[in-house]
């Protein structure tokens, strides 16, 4: 909350170029993960300043993306303010963090607005069997598919879609059960789609999206099973490509999926590649003296060096999978799924 990347509204930047020292613009997906993030440090700090301050800038950041970067003409949020362009899966990450602040605080601002985006959502992005990633505004005409994973539908969007499940009514279940089941037949594709191993690392962090969405529906022998032999594609490939080029997100969401899995007692908990994972994320941590990078956590490693990129979802999976973490191995597991960021 020091460091500049939040802006004097509450919303966030994309991330913090450490080599130039500037912020990018504020992205509505971002300032929907940070609303998560916030209240989940809120609920883990100990009591005390910092704890209520927290607290106070997740709901003044909640209340920046229901009043200012919801674009009421369009009935959607842009993927920057005033941008043309709205994504399928920010929508649901904004809809989710909405959803956060609502059950943590009870007031109906957020649940409102989060059904907003969630109707967004259903109509403005469904095709013909699939689900457009990318719509122009305000014409709400789909934009054309470009090779990478964001402008393509995939099972990455499965997690987005978990905002209609958040939202409760039975039509947006029906919806998801859709997703769903597109998702799973087609999430081994996903991978196979780029040999590259660059680009491969790149697509493990969205195939992380769909393994964390399948916790909802562990219950299901079908989500269980591609939950266990995803986590472990994941784990050989994030290992296998690593000396290349490492995401900090994608060991950190996968130490997340782990660990959840383990205490839904769906899937064993492998203790070595765990206690490797939170090796990995804590090891992307700044350090130093510098506000505007200080308890950051990088985007990646290239060949063995950081890359200069302070990256606020980076940091909010790795506080959250290390969390985590500290409390299976203290024997002190407090988690909810609502929580996942």
Same mark, same amino acid.
């Given at each position: 909350?020091?460091?500049?990347?939040?802006?004097?509204?509450?919303? $966030?930047?994309?991330?913090?170029?450490?080599?130039?020292?500037?912020?990018? #613009?504020?992205?509505?997906?971002?300032?929907?993960?940070?609303?998560?993030?916030?209240?989940?440090?809120?609920?883990?700090?100990?009591?005390?300043?910092?704890?209520?301050?927290?607290?106070?800038?997740?709901?003044?950041?909640?209340?920046?993306?229901?009043?200012?970067?919801?674009? !009421?003409?369009?009935?959607?949020?842009?993927?920057? #303010?005033?941008?043309?362009?709205?994504? $399928?899966?920010?929508?649901?990450?904004?809809?989710?963090?909405?959803?956060?602040?609502?059950?943590?605080?009870?007031?109906?601002?957020?649940?409102?607005?989060?059904?907003? !985006?969630?109707?967004?959502?259903?109509?403005?992005?469904?095709?013909?069997?699939?689900?457009?990633?990318?719509?122009?505004?305000?014409?709400?005409?789909?934009?054309?598919?470009?090779?990478?994973?964001?402008?393509?539908?995939?099972?990455?969007?499965?997690?987005?879609?978990?905002?209609?499940?958040?939202?409760?009514?039975?039509?947006?279940?029906?919806?998801?059960?859709?997703?769903?089941?597109?998702?799973?037949?087609?999430?081994?594709?996903?991978?196979?789609?780029?040999?590259?191993?660059?680009?491969?690392?790149?697509?493990?962090?969205?195939?992380?999206? $769909?393994?964390?969405?399948?916790?909802?529906?562990?219950?299901?022998?079908?989500?269980?099973?591609?939950?266990?032999?995803?986590?472990?594609?994941?784990?050989?490939?994030?290992?296998?490509?690593?000396?290349?080029?490492?995401?900090?997100?994608?060991?950190?969401?996968?130490?997340?999926?782990?660990?959840?899995? *383990?205490?839904?007692?769906?899937?064993?908990?492998?203790?070595?590649?765990?206690?490797?994972?939170?090796?990995?994320?804590?090891?992307?941590?700044?350090?130093?003296?510098? #506000?505007?990078?200080?308890?950051?956590?990088?985007?990646?490693?290239?060949?063995?060096?950081?890359?200069?990129?302070?990256? #606020?979802?980076?940091?909010?999976?790795?506080?959250?999978?290390?969390?985590?973490? *500290?409390?299976?191995?203290?024997?002190?597991?407090?988690?909810? $799924?609502?929580?996942?960021?």
């Amino acid at each position: 909350m020091q460091s500049g990347i939040r802006d004097s509204r509450g919303g $966030f930047a994309r991330y913090y170029r450490s080599d130039s020292q500037q912020n990018l #613009p504020v992205s509505n997906e971002i300032t929907g993960y940070a609303v998560s993030a916030l209240l989940y440090l809120h609920r883990s700090l100990p009591p005390g300043e910092l704890r209520e301050s927290c607290l106070h800038a997740a709901l003044e950041t909640a209340r920046y993306l229901t009043r200012e970067a919801w674009d !009421a003409g369009s009935a959607t949020f842009p993927f920057e #303010p005033s941008s043309p362009k709205v994504y $399928f899966f920010d929508t649901g990450i904004i809809a989710r963090g909405l959803l956060a602040a609502w059950k943590q605080t009870g007031d109906r601002e957020f649940y409102s607005r989060a059904r907003d !985006a969630s109707l967004s959502m259903a109509f403005d992005f469904l095709g013909d069997g699939e689900i457009y990633p990318v719509i122009s505004l305000p014409d709400k005409q789909p934009l054309s598919y470009e090779a990478s994973w964001s402008r393509e539908p995939g099972c990455y969007q499965t997690k987005s879609a978990l905002a209609w499940l958040g939202v409760g009514e039975e039509s947006g279940r029906r919806m998801f059960d859709t997703v769903l089941a597109s998702a799973l037949a087609t999430h081994e594709a996903f991978l196979d789609a780029v040999p590259e191993p660059e680009k491969l690392m790149d697509r493990l962090h969205p195939y992380c999206y $769909f393994l964390e969405a399948l916790l909802a529906v562990a219950d299901r022998a079908d989500c269980r099973a591609a939950l266990a032999s995803g986590i472990d594609r994941v784990g050989t490939l994030l290992r296998r490509i690593s000396p290349q080029f490492e995401r900090s997100d994608v060991g950190a969401q996968l130490l997340r999926v782990r660990l959840i899995a *383990h205490h839904l007692n769906v899937i064993q908990l492998n203790e070595e590649a765990a206690c490797d994972e939170a090796d990995r994320a804590a090891s992307f941590q700044f350090h130093g003296d510098d #506000p505007r990078s200080l308890g950051g956590f990088g985007f990646g490693l290239k060949r063995g060096a950081m890359m200069p990129f302070v990256n #606020p979802v980076s940091a909010v999976f790795c506080l959250q999978a290390l969390n985590l973490w *500290h409390q299976h191995r203290a024997g002190e597991w407090d988690f909810e $799924f609502w929580q996942l960021i």
